[in-house]
T-cell receptor, first 116, second 115 residues
């Protein structure tokens, strides 16, 4: 089975540029999460979707960040304009919520973002 | 307030020693789920275990064991006879039924096993 697929694996960009991170969740999963990991703050939840609808975006740092999930098999996280402090590893994860149970998160391999 | 606390930031042990990673959680829900994930140096997050709040039985999987105690709100993880390949960052996480599918992660414990 294909796991959660993220692209690109690595992204190096200059300050001010737009960055788009992509995620394909596991087929059949109805929840999708975007996390950011830094040494200082650990794993931070940015936003999560349930059935393609954003449920909680309180973790999105500021208006420069936006996330979309146009269908059940694709999501994007966009940063515009990017800043050096956005440098981090961004993880996408998916799971299935239903039947009164919270299943485990399956994580993608992450995107290592460096903003110069 | 932190929902998941991993007080140990870094631990170093010598190979073959046993080591316990602590996890304390906070919730008002009666239905919740606890998880442990491993993040090796390669960076991916690997699922280790999921436990629901109604099942307090301890679990053993090879050299790994988990001790779930609701009375102390703890879900500790023990590695017996540690090996160098166990070197990683370990995360404990909580998911509450009442908040849908929210996952709360601890700050992680970095384990180094010295050969």
């Amino acid at each position: 089975d294909a796991g959660v697929i993220q692209s690109p694996r690595h992204e190096v960009t200059e300050m001010g540029q737009e960055v788009t991170l992509r995620c394909k969740p596991i087929s059949g999963h109805n929840s999708l999460f975007w996390y950011r990991q830094t040494m200082m703050r650990g794993l931070e939840l940015l936003i999560y979707f349930n059935n393609n609808v954003p449920i909680d975006d309180s973790g999105m740092p500021e208006d420069r960040f936006s996330a979309k999930m146009p269908n059940a098999s694709f999501s994007t996280l966009k940063i515009q304009p990017s800043e050096p402090r956005d440098s981090a590893v961004y993880f996408c994860a998916s799971s299935f919520l239903g039947g009164g149970t919270n299943e485990k998160l399956f994580f993608g391999s992450g995107t290592q973002l460096s903003v110069l | 307030a932190q929902k998941v606390t991993q007080a140990q930031t870094e631990i170093s042990v010598v190979e073959k020693e046993d080591v316990t990673l602590d996890c304390v959680y906070e919730t008002r829900d009666t239905t919740y789920y606890l998880f442990w994930y491993k993040q090796p140096p390669s960076g991916e997050l690997v699922f280790l275990i999921r436990r629901n709040s109604f099942d307090e039985q301890n679990e053993i999987s090879g050299r790994y064991s988990w001790n779930f105690q609701k009375s102390t709100s703890s879900f500790n993880f023990t590695i017996t006879a540690s090996q160098v390949v166990d070197s990683a960052v370990y995360f404990c996480a909580l998911s509450e039924f009442s908040t849908g599918n929210q996952f709360y992660f601890g700050t992680g414990t970095s384990l180094t096993v010295i050969p």
